[in-house]
């Protein structure tokens, strides 16, 4: 076994990988290791709790790990974040670690790679330049199903050394095998290759996750009474997170003999304890216990997700600005999230990650390449990206940490049932009687589609009034809008629009056509919205907030009205000559064809239709076998 008495500088040096590290629990472990508070903003010390990762003489540690999308989230904790990375590249850098830490306490998905990675580090061992730990943070659920360890007492708690008899839930048999697996790949050459399962309970404190549910129904008041699901009497292990995080600390620090630790804090309050003590915290104090099953019915589980479809100048994207500012959703537009992505990429590019010791610039290589394949597809495209691409870059936003935990509005994407198939399609090996319409990925997949329609001619007023900001923004010049709308008319009147493809999955849009944009009208169709989706799933904003919105200078707004109505009377003249100036063309071209008829009519009764009448007349009383023929010779006979 490798000495627990690991002398500063060597500590100082260990590189650790965690997997996932812009999730709640691998987060704040990365920030302990970090050497940084586990909580920067003082809310840790607010808690009765100042853990510091550098207590007790301990040192930090170089974090790296992987993130599930490309925000600029400022991590000043970690040395090296991988956006996605592959399976290869993901090796590459555990090779690189000395300790590896796999978090699989948060997302089903978790498990599989994990499982991946423990057994490739293990197939690889031999090639280890240094000895590496791999701890794997799994979940108390595979102890739910466990037998009471006394008939007698009930309420006696499990202890780490009847981890042996645990038994899953149903929902966790794959985090229990794991669990197995990590365990006897530790034992097989543990001076080289340790391992360590820490099993943890329900992690809470600073930000919430599993018990936000509670906390944010308590504080918007909005329900008197807070549920309690079953009974309420079983007893929850938890843990704080940042004793999670010293727990993962210490192990790194001293490597402890047992491979197997129950990491929970000393805590035996019940479901309904704590239900009710943050009810009476920070709402009425009032508890309802419902069933299990409507559990699964309580919406405020899962954030809203909506796509908006429509015409072009329908008014997508105020009606989706509308409804985000309602439910405190992220508005994903298509040309914004284009931008946004190639903005981060050139980020990328300018600010490659660095270091002084065997640091390569993978990241910053990554984004150029990314960055040629965008630039090159648009020149191909002239100027646009492919499907393909464009799906690419809208997926990673919706899976983005933030519209994935608080939803989002899709603002006129996708625009076609492919790219629909697409966006939302799982790749997945099932069997060949299931439809690809049949897999999809939940996860992203809007929970309500709304469809908005005009008329044509209401649609071309409304781009007369718009400002010449958005006009330009949109490409509504006169000759194009026109070409865009009847291209619109003409996909969703083919069998597999994108409408079909939402009806198919029995996600039934809400229909609303818009006949004006005034107050009464908008006011009337955010309350049909509403009905439909029902109450906001996000916390509102605080009363300072709304006020400090509600201060808007009368005198600005006013100039912008008036700069608005300008350009719109400007546009609406532009409108009336251009309209003008076609239907003068087309009466020149009416006169020009009269003109043409006249010569021709006047030539025909001059040189021709006599001469053929009186030839038809004369085949009609000779009756000949060849009328064609005998018609033929009397013109030549009688040509004047």
Avoid at 333 to 353: D, G, Q
Avoid at 449 to 473: G, H, M, T, W, Y
Avoid at 481 to 503: C, D, P, T
Avoid at 597 to 612: A, G, P, R
Wanted: aromatic share 8%; hydrophobic share 35%.
């Amino acid at each position: 076994m490798v000495d627990s008495k690991m002398d500063k500088d060597t500590l100082a040096q260990e590189r650790v990988f965690i997997n996932d590290i812009d999730s709640f629990a691998s987060k704040y472990i990365a920030k302990c290791l970090a050497k940084h508070t586990l909580e920067g903003d003082g809310s840790a010390e607010k808690e009765g709790r100042t853990l510091k990762s550098n207590d007790s003489g301990s040192q930090s540690y170089r974090v790296v790990g992987t993130i599930s999308d490309g925000s600029e989230e400022d991590r000043p904790y970690v040395l090296e974040a991988y956006i996605r990375p592959s399976r290869e590249k993901i090796l590459q850098k555990l090779m690189e670690c000395d300790v590896i830490i796999y978090n699989i306490t948060q997302h089903p998905e978790q498990v599989d790679e994990a499982c991946w990675a423990v057994t490739a580090l293990h197939d690889k061992k031999t090639h280890f330049k240094q000895p590496k730990r791999f701890i794997l943070i799994s979940t108390v659920m595979t102890w739910a199903c466990s037998e009471p360890i006394s008939s007698d007492d009930l309420e006696l708690p499990f202890t780490d050394d009847d981890f042996r008899r645990r038994k899953a839930h149903p929902n966790f048999i794959k985090h229990l095998e794991l669990e197995k697996m990590v365990a006897k790949m530790g034992k097989m050459d543990r001076a080289l290759f340790s391992t360590y399962v820490v099993v943890s309970g329900l992690q809470y404190g600073l930000g919430e996750q599993v018990f936000h549910l509670f906390f944010k129904m308590s504080w918007l008041g909005q329900e008197n009474e807070i549920p309690v699901f079953g009974e309420g009497n079983n007893i929850v292990p938890t843990i704080h997170i940042s004793d999670l995080a010293r727990v993962i600390q210490k192990i790194i620090e001293h490597q402890p003999k047992p491979y197997y630790l129950v990491a929970v804090d000393y805590s035996n309050n019940t479901m309904e304890d704590i239900v009710k003590t943050i009810a009476c915290a920070l709402g009425l104090g009032k508890i309802q216990r419902k069933t299990f099953e409507e559990a699964f019915l309580q919406q405020d589980l899962s954030p809203i997700r909506m796509c908006v479809l429509g015409p072009p100048a329908v008014g997508k994207s105020r009606v989706s600005k509308q409804i985000c500012d309602h439910y405190k959703l992220h508005h994903i537009r298509l040309n914004e999230t284009i931008s946004e992505t190639i903005s981060h990429l050139e980020y990328m590019v300018r600010n490659p990650f660095s270091d002084t010791e065997n640091e390569d610039s993978a990241s910053a290589i990554e984004a150029q390449e990314l960055l040629s394949i965008f630039k090159d597809n648009m020149e191909q495209n002239g100027g646009y990206l492919d499907d393909q691409m464009l799906v690419k870059v809208m997926m990673d936003k919706v899976i983005s940490n933030p519209c994935k935990n608080q939803g989002f509005v899709l603002d006129g994407f996708p625009k076609t049932y492919e790219q629909a198939k697409e966006l939302f399609h799982v790749d997945e090996h099932e069997s060949d009687e299931r439809t690809p319409i049949s897999l999809y990925n939940k996860k992203i997949m809007p929970e309500f589609v709304l469809r908005l329609d005009a008329s044509d001619s209401f649609l071309k007023d409304r781009v007369i009034n718009l400002p010449e900001k958005l006009v330009q923004e949109h490409k509504y010049e006169q000759e194009h809008f026109l070409q865009i709308l009847a291209k619109y008319r003409e996909k969703n009147m083919e069998e597999e629009s994108v409408v079909n493809y939402f009806e198919e999955l029995d996600i039934n849009p809400l229909l609303i056509e818009i006949t004006s944009f005034n107050t009464p009208d908008s006011q009337l169709m955010m309350h049909t919205i509403c009905e439909r989706v029902g109450k906001p799933r996000n916390y509102g904003q605080s009363n300072q907030k709304i006020q400090e919105e509600g201060r808007i200078k009368t005198g600005e707004k006013a100039e912008r009205e008036q700069k608005e109505v300008e350009e719109a009377r400007q546009r609406s003249a532009h409108w009336e000559m251009w309209t003008k100036t076609l239907e003068e063309k087309r009466q020149w071209e009416v006169q020009q064809l009269e003109v043409l008829s006249v010569l021709m009519k006047t030539y025909l009764t001059e040189h021709i239709i006599t001469t053929l009448s009186q030839g038809l007349i004369a085949c009609g009383s000779a009756w000949p076998e060849d009328p064609i023929d005998f018609l033929a010779e009397y013109l030549i006979k009688n040509n004047p």
